[in-house]
Nanobody, 137 residues
Framework: QVELVESGGGSVQAVGSLRLSCLVNGSTTTRLKLLMGWFRQAPGNEREAVAASDSDGNTDYADSVKGRFSVSLDNAKKTLYLQMNSLKPEDSGVYYC?????????????????????????????WGKGTQVTVSS
């Protein structure tokens, strides 16, 4: 069984920075490639994808965070990070970590973010419980 534990959320003023972490507890040994990502959900809004990475360091970002956020996956520490800079009030929400595995050829064909989203949509993967990020103007 795999458990994802997020940390690093909090309150910050606009243009400030936060770093989120997501630790993977449990075995992820597999011939398939590990995919992980961050999603966020603001009150009244649907959950949206923010950033994703595979175990080879290939990354993908939502247009709204490109140039401001950076995602990285430390395979040795089994930890996914999200460095968030130049934060805006619209970045506020609950941030969720997610993980799945996928064949390398699928990731190559669909891309990191789409592969992650498709697996999660099919309920093939894991979610963390979320961490709150609040950005004030």
């Amino acid at each position: 069984q795999v458990e994802l534990v997020e940390s690093g959320g909090g309150s910050v003023q606009a243009v400030g920075s936060l770093r989120l972490s997501c630790l993977v507890n449990g075995s992820t040994t597999t011939r398939l490639k590990l995919l992980m990502g961050w999603f966020r959900q603001a009150p009244g809004n649907e959950r949206e994808a923010v950033a994703a990475s595979d175990s080879d360091g290939n990354t993908d970002y939502a247009d709204s965070v490109k140039g401001r956020f950076s995602v990285s996956l430390d395979n040795a520490k089994k930890t996914l990070y999200l460095q968030m800079n130049s934060l805006k009030p619209e970045d506020s929400g609950v941030y969720y970590c997610a993980a799945t595995v996928s064949p390398p050829r699928t990731i190559q064909a669909l891309g990191v973010m789409t592969s992650l989203k498709e697996n999660l949509k099919a309920d093939v993967g894991y979610w963390g419980k979320g961490t709150q990020v609040t950005v004030s103007s």
